[in-house]
């Protein structure tokens, strides 16, 4: 499974990115896509993830980005988004999106890509 994470950028305060993560391979058994960050210096932290199977999909976020973050999928095209409204500048980070591989039992990573939110 590969996965290729882009759409980063610099943006000002309470403007919007939309991330997107192209994953290709062997998808079957994936059953999770999800968005993590790591700010410099810092833990690398959960942000959003869906699940795959429906069609819409369930969703959960970290507190910090309820309300602003939203993350989709589309099948048809193996890529999972990440729409960031009112982007403020402690969302800047090295975004990363994952997969969740039921069987075997794996995670897979893209490349970051990097978001800064200037003030």
């Known amino acids: 499974v590969q996965l290729q994470a882009f759409g980063g950028g610099l943006v000002q305060t309470g403007g919007s990115l939309r991330l997107s993560c192209a994953v290709s391979g062997s998808t079957a058994s994936i059953n999770r896509f999800n968005w993590y960050r790591q700010a410099p210096g810092k833990q690398r932290d959960f942000v959003a993830g869906i699940s795959s199977g429906g069609s819409g999909g369930r969703t959960n976020y970290a507190d910090s980005v309820k309300g602003r973050f939203t993350i989709s999928r589309d099948n048809a095209k193996n890529t999972v988004y990440l729409q960031m409204n009112s982007l403020k500048p402690e969302d800047t980070a090295v975004y990363y999106c994952?997969?969740?591989?039921?069987?075997?039992?794996?995670?897979?990573w893209g490349h970051g890509t990097l978001v800064t939110v200037s003030s």
């Open positions: 994952r997969v969740d591989q039921l069987w075997p039992a794996k995670n897979y």
